[in-house]
Antibody, heavy 122, light 110 residues
Framework: EVQLVQSGAEVKKPGESLKISCKGSGYSFTSYWIGWVRQMPGKGLEWMGIIYPGDSDTRYSPSFQGQVTISADKSISTAYLQWSSLKAPDTAVYYC???????????????WGQGTLVTVSS | QSALTQPASVSGSPGQSITISCTGTSSDVGGYNYVSWYQQHPGKAPKLMIYDVSNRPSGVSNRFSGSKSGNTASLTISGLQAEDEADYYCSSYTSSRTWVFGGGTKLTVL
């Protein structure tokens, strides 16, 4: 069974750093693109970026380029989303999700993690 | 890269059909047959309902169908049921080799 299990909720102060995780199981982690989606409180879904764990090829939305870093450790089948300096508007639920088709970047997300709530407040 | 345009809300009565539109540009919706639709219930992760414009993943009801004409894609739900009440998002592959979501549509079943 394919599963994506995300790390737990975080409460941080502005300016702090953070790295949240998404552990994949039940499939070949290195063969599927995996990405991150932001959902701010009461708002819609925003595509942030994706990574191919097989070779760490990474794509970012222009809106998030330079604001976050997406990485993966294939030895432990885990993808990461990190911030070096959080801001209050980063408060949101962040979902990881896996692409439907092996190796295909032009494929939708089929399996999703449960979401990680990040709260940034002074 | 702007979000795709969806109506903020649509509504219908049980048993009726509704259609949600998703308008982009020739650099996304119009340029590729890689349009997907997701359903999201409150507090839950999104669920893939349609991919590659009109394909349904295994387990998704055939009451859900998708189509595209030019720069506009559409999701049609026939035989509306109470459980269909949710937010729906379209998504498209883009010429920048990234993806973009629509702003979302809240479906109310009256």
């Amino acid at each position: 069974e394919v599963q994506l299990v995300q790390s737990g909720a975080e409460v941080k102060k502005p300016g702090e750093s953070l790295k949240i995780s998404c552990k994949g199981s039940g499939y070949s982690f290195t063969s599927y693109w995996i990405g991150w989606v932001r959902q701010m409180p009461g708002k819609g879904l925003e595509w942030m970026g994706i990574i191919y764990p097989g070779d760490s090829d990474t794509r970012y939305s222009p809106s998030f380029q330079g604001q976050v870093t997406i990485s993966a450790d294939k030895s432990i089948s885990t993808a990461y989303l990190q911030w070096s300096s959080l801001k209050a508007p980063d408060t949101a639920v962040y979902y990881c999700a896996r692409h439907l088709v092996v190796g295909a970047v032009a494929a939708p997300f089929d399996y999703w993690g449960q979401g990680t709530l990040v709260t940034v407040s002074s | 890269q702007s979000a795709l345009t969806q109506p903020a809300s649509v509504s219908g009565s049980p048993g009726q059909s509704i259609t949600i539109s998703c308008t982009g540009t020739s650099s996304d919706v119009g340029g590729y047959n890689y349009v997907s639709w997701y359903q999201q219930h409150p507090g839950k992760a999104p669920k893939l309902m349609i991919y590659d414009v009109s394909n349904r993943p295994s387990g998704v009801s055939n009451r859900f169908s998708g189509s595209k004409s030019g720069n506009t894609a559409s999701l049609t739900i026939s035989g509306l049921q109470a459980e269909d009440e949710a937010d729906y998002y379209c998504s498209s592959y883009t010429s920048s080799r990234t993806w973009v979501f629509g702003g979302g549509t809240k479906l109310t079943v009256l």
